[in-house]
């Protein structure tokens, strides 16, 4: 049986409106708040360590992203653990609030199919993320302008542009899983407690748990450990299961795109390494290769879970 | 063959909701069973029964908000299954507790539902505030939702259908929870949506108000209608008799007399000078020249018009309800 008219009808008015409710509501001021004022912790940290060693380094920019120093953990990784933060704040009552204020009925009596109204709640709250990660990446470049005084150079925008995009993304998983939970509990603290604990488990407890499960899976040969060297079956195993995070997938990217050193993400044997030319930094097409496929994972993990809440929508009762 | 006799059933012509065989099942439980009905331009029709009779569910069917096990129903000639936007962009719909974005003031909430009708800028300040002036909240227009109270928040759920210009406003129990004047005021711009040509689909369980303002009801029950028709009508097929008049009067021979009345069908003699007549229609003229015939002194003449209560009451009281369901 088709339906008859467009499934977005009503779509930019759902976006405008939650974009708006978004923009100025104080839960995106903390947010914000949170993320700016960590990230420029990380940010001082970096420049400051920059400025005393003055090495030689054409991608000068791009260390501003990527530099630790302790106790401060990098800009990048950073943003790898509060981005789904910022993402869960804004999705995990998407549904379940307009139920709980009676008004989900109300609205779906308008000519417009619930395509538009899920549709709308997701891209408005990635638009708002975007928005803030663009000022964030403006942020970082302009104080690199400043405290550095190096102007960067086109590839060097290049990469840290494609660290933007695939923020983006990364915080589309995010968000499509809180919208996911918001479809699934008619409870938004529910929903959030739920989104907060899978949060804190693949950035915390799954890094530490992926090994312990490679070595159960792929036992360490004796003869490796012998020589004192990883057995690669093990360290593949790791990595596999590693990878199922997306904040894990995240961090493989950035290292790719904003480390052009970075000449592959797995395991490398000796025979890899023949006539490579060690510490050059890779062409920026080169890179994008190696980030490819985790970047194309985060994409697939948005659309995946996205589909799933929007089947879960579809048929869900209009009734609380 | 069949479209014809429904017609006829229903006493209507060209109704502008048709439903014929109208069913939902959620899994093995029924909510709504095979119901048929037709309402007319212009009526305000009732629909009446227990909470889980499957008055929402029949309500949600027809905006083509949950889907249809079988059976169709037509909504001003449209299939809210297969055009939901086309239904949805004439009727109005005001649910059961409604809710308004808090945050936002009345004149944004209904400017949201103008956009998602699709109405341009010009249009929509003109009917956002005609509409507010016409409920009477012209002066919170500016207030935020937050502050309004729930006879507030249902005016302005009313105020959304009349800036839609809905053909068909349908309105899920609009007064339960309202105090005494904001039920009478609800009222009121019903009767005006009425006499506007609007028809009103009215679901609730104040018996009282369902009389006052319905032209024609349905009683709902396990998911069936039960009784349809008019208030009187419904007198006749439950109580067996539309009008009780109580006479009080002194005089030779009264009982008799007032039993001579064509259309009476009892008369019981409930004191020395205390007689109730149990008639098809209003016989108190015919009384009152009996009496007055008879030399009699008339003290008192009284009627009890059908109540929907006590229709309502005597049903459910023969017929005990076999198992109370819950709409999901």
Not at chain 1, 158 to 179: N, Q, T
Not at chain 2, 152 to 171: H, S, V
Not at chain 2, 273 to 288: G, I, L
Not at chain 2, 296 to 301: D, E, T
Request: proline share 5%; hydrophobic share 50%.
């Amino acid at each position: 049986m088709r339906r008859e008219g467009s499934p977005f009808r009503g779509l930019s008015t759902v976006f405008i409106k939650e974009l708006s409710d978004h923009v100025s509501s104080s839960r995106i001021l903390v947010l914000q708040l949170l993320i700016l004022s960590t990230a420029l912790a990380a940010l001082y940290e970096a420049i400051s360590s920059l400025r005393q060693n003055t090495a030689e380094d054409p991608f000068l920019l791009l260390r501003l992203f990527t530099i630790d120093q302790a106790p401060l953990p990098s800009f990048v990784a950073i943003l790898g653990f509060l981005i789904p933060l910022m993402a869960i704040g804004l999705g995990f009552d998407a549904v379940n609030s307009e139920h709980n204020r009676r008004t989900m009925s109300r609205i779906l009596a308008q000519p417009i199919y619930r395509d538009a109204l899920l549709m709308g709640k997701f891209l408005a709250a990635l638009a708002t993320i975007g928005i803030s990660l663009t000022a964030l990446w403006l942020l970082v470049i302009g104080l690199g302008l400043i405290f550095l005084g190096v102007p960067p150079g086109g590839e060097e925008i290049a990469r840290s542009a494609v660290f933007l995009i695939v923020a983006i993304f990364y915080a589309g998983v995010w968000l499509s899983l809180a919208l996911l939970l918001s479809t699934v509990f008619r409870s938004a603290a529910t929903a959030a407690l739920v989104a907060l604990g899978i949060w804190l488990f693949l950035t915390v407890l799954w890094p530490m748990l992926a090994p312990a499960l490679a070595q159960a899976i792929a036992p360490v040969d004796p003869r490796y450990a012998l020589l004192g060297l990883n057995d690669p079956a093990t360290a593949v195993w790791m990595q596999e299961l590693l990878r199922l995070s997306p904040n894990d997938l995240f961090g493989e990217a950035m290292l790719a795109v904003l480390s052009p050193t970075t000449r592959t993400l797995g395991p490398v044997f000796l025979d890899q390494l023949r006539g490579a030319v060690m510490g050059a930094p890779l062409p920026f097409g080169e890179s994008i290769m190696i980030a490819w496929p985790q970047t194309v994972g985060l994409i697939a993990g948005t659309i995946i879970l996205f589909a799933f809440s929007y089947v879960l929508f579809q048929r869900q009762e209009v009734r609380a | 063959m069949s479209e014809q006799q429904t017609e006829a059933n229903s006493g209507l012509h060209d109704p502008v909701i048709r439903a014929r065989g109208l069913t939902r099942r959620y899994g093995k439980s029924i909510a709504v069973d095979s119901i048929d009905f037709g309402i007319a331009r212009s009526e305000v029709f009732g629909l009446l029964g227990p909470n889980g009779a499957g008055k929402t569910t029949t309500i949600l069917m027809m905006l083509g908000l949950t889907e249809i096990s079988s059976g169709e129903v037509s909504v001003l000639g449209f299939n809210p299954a297969r055009e939901p936007l086309k239904v949805k962009q004439r009727v109005g719909y005001l649910p059961d507790a409604v809710g308004f974005y808090d945050q936002l003031t009345a004149v944004e909430n209904l400017a949201y539902t103008a956009k998602l009708m699709g109405l341009a800028r010009a249009e929509r300040a003109a009917r956002i505030e005609a509409a507010l002036a016409r409920v009477g909240l012209a002066e919170v227009a500016e207030k935020r939702v937050a502050t309004f109270s729930r006879g507030m928040r249902q005016r302005l759920g009313l105020a959304e259908i009349i800036m839609k210009r809905a053909e068909i406003a349908i309105l899920d129990e609009p007064t339960s929870g309202l105090d005494p004047q904001a039920t009478q005021e609800f009222l009121g711009l019903i009767g005006e949506l009425k006499a506007e040509g609007v028809t009103v689909l009215l679901s609730s369980h104040m018996l009282d108000q369902v009389q006052r303002v319905c032209d024609r009801v349905a009683l709902f029950r396990n998911g069936r209608i039960v009784l349809m028709g008019t208030v009187p009508e419904l007198a006749v097929k439950v109580l067996g008799a539309g009008f009780v008049v109580e006479v009080e009067a002194e005089g030779p021979g009264i009982a008799r007399r007032l039993a001579m009345i064509p259309g009476v069908t009892q008369v019981e003699t409930l004191a020395a000078d205390r007689y109730r007549m149990t008639a098809e229609r209003d016989v108190r003229p015919d009384a009152a020249r009996a009496v007055v015939a008879g030399d009699g002194a008339l003290r008192r003449l009284s009627v009890d018009e059908p109540s929907l209560e006590a229709i309502y009451a005597r049903y459910f009281q023969d017929q005990p309800a076999g198992g109370v369901r819950h709409a999901a």
